[in-house]
């Protein structure tokens, strides 16, 4: 993924983690009410994260 991927709009401090490197939790765009697009992709539901980082971020220490 390359930087320009995602729009930068909220603090350094939103960022968790792999994400931080990834740069998937900056907010892209609001679908609707309650929907989100990160990285260009839906949001993981309950997650700040696009599916494909939620899961890098939260099994990072499962191997």
């Known amino acids: 993924m390359t930087k320009d991927a995602c729009v930068r709009t909220h603090e350094p ?6 994400a931080s490197m990834t740069n998937c939790r900056w907010i892209v765009r609001r679908v609707q ?3 989100f697009l990160i990285c260009g992709k839906p949001v993981k539901i309950g997650s ?16």
Do not use: A, D, I, K
């Not at 700040?48 to 890098?56: L, N």
């Open 33 to 35: 009410f309650g929907r």
């Open 48 to 63: 700040s994260f696009c599916t494909e980082h939620h899961g890098r971020v939260w099994r990072r220490g499962e191997r």
């Open 13 to 18: 401090e939103t960022m968790l983690g792999e």
